[in-house]
């Protein structure tokens, strides 16, 4: 396992051709973070970490990922960064491949957002596409990464000049046209791999995903320009007829012709009001549940460690004697074979109304971690698994009975 100063690699999160991403924790303050690993040789994270630092991200306020650090080892170049959620592409395999059109409208409105954002800082992407969307840690933002391709399309508020016979860059399947043509980028064509990226989510895949199969270079990607220009007229099809006429207004786009962000925003509110339909994310449910149950846990074991408190000051003989706060010796075992004797709570006994809402034996289990009880000791399910208790953050004002 690579070695990084301050940080404990924990598990890799992704690869591609830009290398690897780990899910990392700071040894120090034990937060943890997103570390993207790319050989010595390659200088893209280091082009990425003063991107980010420009673009000042942040999940919860401009979808950009955060930066911490960049530096070198003897063997990697490292970047680390906020951590973010699960991929649009692992989302999409969860929904049968495909997004329902609320969800596209949805997407699509944050997708905006974010590439105005970064077009409004003189950067373009150049490498829109499905796996460079992650969900924020709550769902509920679809945030831009790896701009391991990006670059400043302003030099000294100028526009760079157009260039042909450009090096391709990007993703085949979702690079634009002019990219497959050799014309430089510009902000077009994030915007045209956007509505590729869109249509991929809607449909499940590309019409011409499958025309460059066992290519390579050259090869491939003038197998999928073919493709692209056979389908191009009829990949909206089955969509709004806002959506055909946004991708045509990006075509028509000039290199140097700042985009009218404002009027994708007015077609896909035209869509919602026309067909009366409300944009949300597929997995919204999902997560506003476990939110929800997130959220009972923490009240419900707050009630009880305030409940716990206020009876410790109502006098040891009386709390000895009552057996809604009746207490126990408990024995933990320690990794090192230490044995140490606590008073605990026995939440089994409480009685309290709040824990009605844990019918389920995973729910409950989370609730005894989240006061810092041994399962061990507990029998209420005869058929515990006590491995499964998951790890919850502790409670600052946790109080248990002492004897």
């Given at each position: ?5 301050n ?46 630092k420009?673009?000042k ?7 950009i ?9 003897s ?21 049968n ?18 590439i ?9 992407h ?13 769902g ?8 391991g391709l ?11 000049p ?18 497959h043509?050799?014309f ?11 509505f ?7 449909l499940?895949?590309l ?11 050259i ?53 919602i009001s026309?067909l ?8 919204y ?27 410790s ?19 933990r ?44 000791n507990?029998?209420?399910?005869e058929?515990y698994?006590?491995?499964?208790e ?8 946790r ?5």
């Open positions: 396992m690579q070695k990084i100063p940080y404990e690699i924990l598990e890799e999160l992704g690869s591609g051709g830009y290398g690897k991403v780990f899910k990392g924790r700071h040894i120090h303050n034990n937060q943890f973070h997103a570390i993207k690993l790319t050989k010595s040789s390659e200088k893209s994270n280091a082009k990425e970490a003063r991107i980010l420009n673009l991200g942040s999940q919860s306020e401009n979808g990922p955060k930066y911490h650090d960049h530096g070198t080892t063997d990697h170049n490292f970047l680390v960064m906020e951590l973010l959620g699960k991929s649009l592409q692992k989302e999409q395999i969860r929904h491949g495909a997004f329902s059109l609320s969800c596209t409208i949805a997407i699509g409105q944050q997708m905006l957002e974010r105005e954002y970064i077009h409004s800082k003189s950067i373009i150049r490498d829109i596409k499905p796996p460079q969307l992650l969900l924020s840690e709550d509920t933002k679809i945030c831009l990464v790896d701009f990006g670059t400043k399309y302003l030099i000294e508020k100028n526009h760079k157009f260039k042909i016979k450009s090096k391709t860059k990007g993703s085949v399947p979702f690079a634009s046209i002019n990219t043509m050799g430089k980028q510009s902000r077009r064509d994030d915007l045209e791999s956007m590729y990226t869109l249509a991929c989510l809607k499940g895949k019409p011409w995903q499958e025309s460059f199969h066992g290519l390579e270079g090869d491939k990607w003038n197998a999928c320009l073919t493709s692209k220009m056979i389908h191009l007229a009829s990949l909206f099809n089955g969509f709004p007829v806002e959506f055909m006429h946004m991708f045509q207004y990006v075509r028509l786009l000039g290199y140097d012709q700042k985009p009218d962000y404002g009027y994708f925003r007015r077609s896909f509110d035209t869509v026309r009366k339909i409300k944009p949300m994310l597929d997995w449910e999902r997560y506003n549940r476990v939110r929800k149950i997130s959220c009972a846990e923490t009240v419900t074991s707050m009630s009880c460690s305030r409940k716990a408190e206020n009876t000051y109502s006098g040891a003989k009386g709390a000895r004697h009552n057996k809604r706060y009746r207490r126990r010796k408990s024995i075992k320690y990794s090192e074979g230490d044995i140490k004797h606590s008073d605990v709570l026995d939440t089994e006994i409480c009685n309290y109304p709040e824990l009605k809402i844990y019918d389920d034996k995973n729910q409950f289990i989370r609730f005894r971690s989240c006061l810092g009880l041994e399962l061990r507990s029998n209420i399910f058929d698994d006590p491995t499964n998951g790890i919850l953050p502790s409670i600052s004002n109080n248990l009975l002492k004897g």
